[in-house]
């Protein structure tokens, strides 16, 4: 079993920033893409960015240039540095992790708010 916390969530202005992390525990052997997703009130859970072992890295549309997923796969943590935040950007922000050769995420983290108002 893994285990997913993010934190880092909260309330910030339009154009501002936030930095989630997400922290791994358990049995991380084969673990390979962790990604970030978000769901807004009303709105299906959707991708944000993906990040796989070797480091390559995935971007919604939405927020490709603001955006900047990383890891480090000493500390099992994954980070989500958000720039130029939007209020559309609001939503809960879940972590996620899947194991080599699966198509589906098997782990889930329980959600951080993140809320872009002013």
């Known amino acids: 079993q893994v285990q997913l916390v993010e934190s880092g969530g909260g309330l910030v202005q339009p154009g501002g920033s936030l930095r989630l992390s997400c922290a791994a525990s358990g049995s991380m052997f084969g673990i390979d893409t962790m990604g970030w997703y978000r769901q807004a009130p009303g709105k299906q859970r959707e991708l944000v960015a993906t990040?796989?072992?070797?480091?390559?890295?995935n971007y919604a549309d939405s927020v490709k240039g603001r955006f900047t997923i990383s890891r480090e796969n000493n500390k099992n943590t994954v980070y989500l540095q958000m720039n130029s935040l939007k209020p559309e950007d609001t939503a809960v922000y879940y972590c996620?992790?899947?194991?080599?050769?699966?198509?589906?995420?098997?782990?889930w983290g329980q959600g951080t708010q993140v809320t872009v108002s002013s």
């Open positions: 996620a992790a899947r194991r080599t050769g699966t198509t589906q995420y098997q782990y």
């Open positions: 990040i796989a072992s070797g480091g390559s890295t």
